[in-house]
Structures are given as structure tokens and as C-alpha cells.
């Protein structure tokens, strides 16, 4: 049980750190680079041997999520920051939005077939990340959003009427489904945030001291 909810803390965390992306990018027009171009990376490896493996083997790399997922967790930090309802919204938006994709056989296929061949060309071309966005979110685009249930973002209006933020954003929210399929394929449940919050804070816990540890690289 014990690594279980240190599988289900790391893909949770996965999850926070799309959605506070997308928080900031609707806010501001930018976002933690090194944070974004890992969420990227996540969409590149479809074949994963653990959660961690998808975001590099290393839980420094899901720091901005460990810390996002630590405070949505705390009622008080939830209290104090007027974020954090909208960023537990994304969440069952995400939840809702992939359950509908496992439900829709033919853009789950489609889906699974994009991210086949880009992650192709990527090997015999590489590309870099702000192509990688663009590729991702018509991608989004494609699948995604036939779905019948759109993530409403909000933010700034005179940047999210700029196409290179909105690419960003459906980039990121790809990445946030992908870590949210990861989260129910190991057992993540809606009724963990509520029975289980305390132990899931303690794993995360655990890891951001860990990572904060000047030893620790």
C-alpha cells in the first residue's frame, strides 16, 4: 500500500504540475520553463516502466507539482489562496475529460496514433519545444477536443487571445490527461482526496524534503 500511494502521490503531482502551468500561462503569458518542457516530455514516452520513468526518473522534476498538490491538499493554503478552487476545478475537469476519452475508442486510438508518429519524426529530427507545443496541441485539437466537455480556462483576456499561449495551454493540458490515465491506472480514486488526503500529503511531504535536501540530486 505503502508504494502504492507513493505512485498515486507522483502522478497526482504529475496532475498539479499541468494545471498550475496552465494557471500561470492564463495569468501571465509565461511559466516555469524547465517544468513546462518536463510536462512536454511526459507526452513523449508512451511506454512507461513506472510513473517516475515518464518524468525522467527523477522527483525533482515534479517539484512545482509536489508543492501545488501539497497545498490543495491543505484546507487552510486553499483558504488563503484564491488559485486554488480554480486549480481543483481543472483537476475533475481533467478526471472528467479523460474518462471520457478511455470511453471513446476511436480518438483514444487517434490519439495514440499522433503521439506514435510525432514522437517518431521527434527520434529522426529533433525538435524543439515550442514545435513540440504546437505539434501537441493540434493533437489536443484532433481528439481532445471532439470530446464534448471543454476545460473552461481563465485568466487574462488579452493573453489568452494570443494563439502561441492558447497552444501552450492545450499542450499542457494533454500532458495533465496523460498523468491523469497514469493516476487511475494505478488505482488513483476520487474519494482518496478526501479519506486518503492526510497519507498522500505525508508521501509528498516526504519527497519535497528530500529533494530540498542540499544531498539529494
Not at 56 to 84: D, F, H, P, R
Not at 97 to 106: M, V
Request: contains cysteine.
Amino acid at each position: 500500500m505503502g508504494k502504492n500511494f507513493y505512485s498515486i502521490m507522483l502522478s497526482l503531482a504529475g496532475i498539479c504540475q499541468s494545471i498550475v502551468l496552465v494557471n500561470q500561462l492564463s495569468e501571465t503569458g509565461e511559466c516555469h520553463s524547465k517544468s513546462f518542457e518536463i510536462c512536454i516530455d511526459s507526452m513523449l514516452n508512451l511506454y512507461p516502466t513506472t510513473v517516475l520513468s515518464i518524468y525522467g526518473n527523477k522527483e525533482k522534476n515534479l517539484k512545482l507539482g509536489i508543492t501545488t498538490l501539497m497545498s490543495l491538499l491543505n484546507v487552510n493554503a486553499i483558504l488563503k489562496c484564491k488559485n486554488s478552487i480554480k486549480m481543483i476545478r481543472y483537476i475533475f475537469n481533467l478526471i472528467t475529460l479523460e474518462n471520457r476519452l478511455e470511453n471513446n475508442i476511436k480518438y483514444k486510438n487517434i490519439l495514440f496514433k499522433e503521439l506514435s508518429i510525432l514522437i517518431q519524426q521527434h527520434k529522426n529530427r529533433v525538435y524543439t519545444y515550442d514545435l513540440l507545443a504546437d505539434r501537441l496541441a493540434q493533437i489536443y485539437l484532433d481528439t481532445v477536443s471532439k470530446l464534448g466537455f471543454r476545460i473552461q480556462v481563465s485568466g487574462s483576456k488579452k493573453v489568452l487571445h494570443n494563439i502561441v499561449i492558447q497552444n501552450k495551454i492545450r499542450c499542457i493540458l494533454l500532458s495533465g490527461i496523460r498523468a491523469t490515465m497514469l493516476w487511475k491506472q494505478i488505482g488513483g480514486r476520487r474519494y482518496q482526496f478526501v479519506f486518503y488526503r492526510n497519507s498522500i500529503f505525508h508521501y509528498a511531504d516526504m519527497i519535497l524534503k528530500k529533494i530540498n535536501d542540499t544531498k539529494y540530486s
